[in-house]
């Protein structure tokens, strides 16, 4: 498709499961991005990769996540050991790039509920 | 720490008048700035972006950017009920190797 992908749609997991979120972005498209968003906030930053390099990590709440992006394309966000705060909507977004007008281009989201 | 922030609201208008949404940010090497809309349930969509101080219009949006002053705002004209969302304010440094941080977004009703 010509959008972000994001996979899957709805994520339930038990608390101290192991979840993947994936992302493919517009293809081309240099730069991804992650973000977390809770029911009534906006989206909080978590990483940021142009390419495969990732530039920004700052945002990942614990050791617990990790994300990558190892042939410049697909992104995986991997949460270990989920907790019931980790329950939020999981946006990814894509950009041409840093010399581009930054517009960014999201996906529907991926929804990890923690029971 | 960089931070963008907005009422949350609700911000109730009546339909066929403006809307108006405010925002700050504090980071001064912030130069790009962006309104997204955003549908209960859905993504969100850019409506705006602005990098001059001043205005810029695009049809019923205005966006204003006062950088002296780290603030930002959108105008919406004759406002229509399908404008009721949650607009994001968002900002960031354009032309450089950095993350665009939203505000936690304002939620507008157009009172029909």
């Known amino acids: 498709g010509a959008g972000v992908s994001q996979s899957p749609r709805y994520k339930v997991a038990k608390r101290g499961q192991d979840v993947a979120l994936r992302c493919d972005p517009i293809s081309g498209?240099?730069?991804?991005?992650?973000?977390?968003?809770?029911?009534?906030?906006?989206?909080?930053?978590?990483?940021?990769?142009q390419n495969e390099a990732q530039l920004d990590k700052s945002g990942l709440p614990s050791d617990r996540f990790f994300a990558e992006r190892p042939?410049?394309?697909?992104s995986t966000l991997k949460i270990q050991r989920t907790q019931q705060e980790?329950?939020?909507?999981?946006?990814?977004?894509?950009?041409?790039?840093?010399?581009?007008?930054?517009e960014l281009f999201f996906g529907e989201g991926s929804r990890l509920t923690v029971l | 720490q960089k931070e963008v922030e907005q009422n949350s609201g609700p911000l109730s208008v009546p339909?066929?008048?403006?809307?108006?949404?405010?925002?700050?940010?504090?980071?001064?090497?912030?130069?790009?700035?962006?309104?997204?809309?955003?549908?209960?349930?859905?993504?969100?969509?850019?409506?705006?972006?602005?990098?001059?101080?001043?205005?810029?219009?695009?049809?019923?949006?205005?966006?204003?950017?006062?950088?002296?002053s780290q603030y930002v705002s959108l105008l919406i004209r004759d406002s229509q009920p399908s404008d009721s969302a949650t607009y994001l304010c968002a900002g960031g440094?354009?032309?450089?190797?950095?993350?665009?941080?939203?505000?936690?977004?304002?939620r507008l009703h157009i009172l029909p």
């Open chain 1, 29 to 49: 498209h240099v730069s991804l991005f992650w973000y977390q968003q809770a029911l009534g906030q906006g989206p909080e930053f978590l990483t940021y990769f």
């Open chain 1, 71 to 74: 042939e410049g394309s697909v």
């Open chain 1, 86 to 102: 980790d329950s939020a909507v999981y946006l990814c977004a894509s950009s041409p790039g840093p010399r581009d007008t930054g």
């Open chain 2, 15 to 68: 339909e066929g008048a403006i809307a108006s949404l405010n925002c700050t940010y504090s980071d001064r090497g912030s130069q790009s700035f962006f309104w997204y809309r955003q549908y209960s349930g859905k993504s969100p969509e850019l409506i705006m972006f602005i990098y001059s101080n001043g205005d810029k219009e695009d049809g019923r949006f205005t966006a204003q950017l006062n950088k002296a």
């Open chain 2, 93 to 106: 440094r354009l032309n450089r190797d950095d993350k665009i941080i939203f505000g936690k977004g304002t």
